[in-house]
């Protein structure tokens, strides 16, 4: 045992090296295994890393393996560029000898243009190698001559910091055909700006210059070139919006004064200067708008019509002046404004019912004209989808295919009517599964279809005077009316059928904030289950579970708000997301109790409120850190409903964008646990049965990494359970008589841990997630024995029964 152990110690250097490639290296090469850069702080090393001319090989994580080279010099097995070109060659003539053949020009063209996109992959392939090359990396050889030009750029960027005195050394260190270069920076005092000067010729420049100084960029700052960007911009934004058309970022001019004062302090001298052979800068008012929107392939031009000082001249159809004028926000005689040129367009756009927006400005003539110039989409839109989907976070991923017909502009009032008619099927877990087989095993199949018929109306359907409707304008305004039917059968339990309808208003700020309100969403849901099913409903005691399956009305009223800051979710930069929704139900049951058909079906009073915390955070170009916080709250009032909600309403925990170690609805709550019967090897838990709640807590954490090509890697760790208020004691609980009651002081106690790993792979029209998670803290086993890391065993890494779960998803879990 001892020789063994020795033997792979002695290995260890030599295989570590060959990962990092350095047996492929020429003779005095070697290879560049780290960067380092020593400062004191004051600056970020990310940022000095983006300096250097040269990088090391990507690796694996924390392991000393440069795996996207070995990815390349496994695809160059596979490459042979003599063959690929031999085969260019014959696609090149092929082609040719197939024009010439052809007796249309538009053949001819088609061919072509064939014969180009093969001939261009083929050269793709010649220039950058075939798929597993491009997906790697050449071996990171060491260039000494490189080094000079990091320290230069290092420099350069220290300098435009403010760090005008900062010195720098650089080393390098050998080792078995391997380099480390050691880059040390002493960064010196920063340089501050103290004072400012002001150079302005024209006064009606300086007056909105001076107005607007409290939002300078430069006051009291540290020297920063990137300040001086944004100050110029600023002036340019500032004067293109009081009217100055012409009004240029290179009008506005520093110059840097660092021998006037001591200590690190500099005298900032700004201008704005006028045009060139010009006394002053000319401010711009409108003297006309022309709003056009002309439909392709039609020639019936509709007379033009005046609507608050706008002329519409539209070609095909026409549209509603009266709508499109409040998200137009030119007025006749105003100064010119960047920022509501801008806004019009953005609003214009929000409306789905033209292809584009552009606004252009004519100064000819001796007139300011605004044209606003749109190109109608089809009126009549039609799209289908295929794919596939997970059914509300559990089961296995399932075809679906969706049908979507949209009409625009149908009642002339720049409304949408969409019809959307869907059917999926998925494999799931049954409500009731018997556990005799292994929990990941989804054993009964969900068959789904549906359609619902929506309107979209570009503004509030409510009661407003038109001076309120024109200022909502600006925050894209919309009512939605919905109505739908709903079709689910899960084979071996029930049907479900569920007819709905809604009203919502709904309005956002500029990109990052939506704001929902809904005065009425309602529900008849009617079910008819099996009777074996029934029976396992019964055996549960689970009195949510069994009240689900009656005949029930449900109404509610809610509101949501969603902000979406740096574009969460849309690429690897600093991110957050925050969502919270309040909702109401049984607020308007009084209209429905006195009619016949309401009399005998469940009705619920409820509250339910959910609060949820999401953000990225780039740590590298190729990795970040994700996490997310979520809680929730719903409380039952009424008295003819035992106290529960709707089932929709109820928290659930587990399942791949949950807890991940736990199945879908699994988990909680609290401590409530069953023992698992069929177990003969030991003491396990029972989680054959779905789980609700009333109160939610949730948090996860990722790091999240590319891995090679379309390939994603994730390390997460996620906590939380679920619990009910004081309620009943739940049937069947194993350990101290528990019913899942929310304890503040037993919370921590209770909380479910797991962590794992997971690939997700994108393929640029979904992202298919596949984790493995395992559980750490298991809080249905009594204390002192909820830690389960310390017991694990070779095999539990495999046992998806009991300590691990695969979880399938599309798109990241948050």
């Known amino acids: 045992m001892e020789l063994r152990v020795r033997t792979v110690l002695l290995l260890l250097p030599i295989v570590l090296s060959s990962c990092l490639g350095t047996k492929y290296l020429k ?43 070995h990815v390349r010099k496994f695809g160059e097995t596979f490459y042979d560029s003599s063959r690929i070109a031999d085969n260019r060659e014959k696609i090149d003539r092929k082609y040719r000898q197939k024009i010439n053949k052809a007796n249309t020009s538009k053949r001819k063209s088609k061919l072509n243009t064939k014969r180009i996109q093969k001939l261009d992959k083929k050269d793709k392939k010649l220039s950058e190698g075939n798929l597993l090359m491009r997906w790697g990396e050449e071996l990171a050889v060491f260039d000494s001559s490189k080094i000079e030009g990091s320290a230069f750029n290092i420099q350069n960027y220290l300098f435009a910091h403010g760090y005008f005195n900062a010195s720098l050394e650089h080393s390098v260190k050998s080792k078995n055909k391997k380099k480390i270069i050691n880059y040390t920076i002493n960064e010196n005092d920063v340089y501050t700006i103290d004072s400012l000067i002001y150079s302005i010729k024209d006064s009606k420049i300086e007056e909105i210059f001076m107005n607007d100084i409290a939002e300078h960029k430069l006051i009291d700052q540290q020297y920063n070139q990137d300040l001086f960007a944004k100050e110029r911009d600023r002036v340019y934004d500032l004067m293109s919006n009081n009217g100055f058309y012409n009004f240029k970022r290179q009008y506005v001019l520093f110059e840097v004064d660092s021998t006037i004062l001591d200590n690190n302090q500099l005298v900032i001298r700004q201008s704005i200067v006028n045009p060139p052979d010009k006394k002053s800068h000319r401010s711009y008012r409108l003297d006309s708008i022309i709003f056009s929107a002309e439909q392709t392939g039609v020639n019936r031009y509709l007379k033009p019509v005046e609507y608050n000082s706008v002329t519409y001249n539209f070609k095909g159809s026409r549209y509603s002046e009266r709508l499109i004028s409040r998200r137009v926000f030119l007025k006749e005689d105003s100064l010119y404004s960047k920022k509501l040129t801008l806004e019009t367009q953005r609003q214009l756009s929000y409306l789905d019912i033209f292809k584009f927006v552009n606004v252009n400005y004519d100064t000819t003539g001796g007139q300011f004209i605004a044209s606003i110039f749109t190109s109608p989409l089809k009126k009549y839109q039609t799209s289908t989808e295929t794919g596939l989907s997970v059914f509300e976070d559990q089961g296995f991923p399932g075809p679906f295919f969706n049908l979507t017909v949209k009409g625009r502009n149908i009642f002339g009032g720049l409304e949408i009517v969409q019809f959307d008619g869907n059917a999926s099927i998925q494999g799931i877990q049954g409500v009731t599964d018997d556990g005799s087989d292994d929990v990941n095993n989804f054993n009964y199949s969900r068959l789904q279809y549906g359609a619902t018929l929506t309107f979209t109306f570009p503004q509030f359907i409510f009661p407003l005077n038109e001076r309120l409707r024109n200022h909502m304008g600006r925050f894209n305004p919309r009512t939605k009316i919905i109505g739908g039917i709903n079709f689910e059968n899960r084979i071996q339990e029930y049907e479900r059928n569920t007819v709905n309808t809604s009203m919502s208003y709904i309005w956002q700020v500029e990109d990052e904030a939506q704001y929902t309100f809904t005065p009425f969403d309602a529900s008849y849901i009617f079910s008819d289950p099996l009777e074996s099913f029934k029976e396992d409903l019964i055996a549960t005691g689970n009195q949510s579970l069994i009240a689900l399956f009656n005949p029930s009305f449900v109404v509610f009223s809610s509101f949501s708000a969603r902000f979406n800051h740096g574009n969460y979710g849309v690429s690897n930069n600093n991110s957050h997301f925050i969502q919270a929704s309040l909702e109401s139900g049984g607020n308007l049951l009084n209209a429905f109790n006195n009619l016949p058909a309401f009399q005998d079906l469940e009705n619920y009073k409820y509250l339910k409120a959910t609060f949820e915390f999401r953000q990225n955070i780039k740590l590298t170009s190729r990795s970040s850190f994700a996490y997310k916080a979520k809680v929730g709250a719903a409380y039952s009032y009424g008295d003819n409903n035992n106290g529960s909600l709707p089932y929709e309403k109820y928290f659930f925990a587990g399942g791949s964008n949950s807890i991940r170690a736990w199945q879908p609805r699994r988990l909680g709550p609290g401590a409530y646990a069953q023992i698992d019967s069929t177990e003969t090897s030991g003491i396990a838990l029972d989680y054959k049965t779905e789980r609700t709640g009333d109160i939610l807590l949730e948090t996860s954490a990722e790091f999240r990494s590319s891995l090679v090509g379309f390939i994603d890697y994730a390390l997460f760790i996620d906590a939380g359970n679920m619990w009910l208020w004081n309620s009943p004691k739940l049937k069947g609980d194993a350990f101290g008589e528990d019913n ?73 879990p948050f």
């Open 27 to 69: 003779k005095d090469e070697s290879v560049l295994k780290n960067q380092k850069i020593h400062t004191s702080g004051k600056v970020s090393k990310e940022a000095l890393r983006g300096q250097l001319t040269q990088s090391p090989n990507t690796r694996l994580g924390i392991f000393p393996i440069a795996h996207l080279f």
């Open 740 to 812: 899942g009651s929310f304890r503040l002081n037993e919370v921590a106690r209770e909380l479910a841990v797991g962590s794992g790993f997971g690939l997700r792979f994108d393929f640029s029209f979904l992202v298919l997630r596949l984790d493995l998670a395992y559980k750490i803290v298991d809080p249905g086993y009594p204390k002192g024995e909820r830690f389960l890391l310390n017991d694990y065993k070779l095999n539990d890494l495999w046992d998806f029964r009991n300590h691990a779960s695969l979880n399938i998803g599309i798109g990241y």
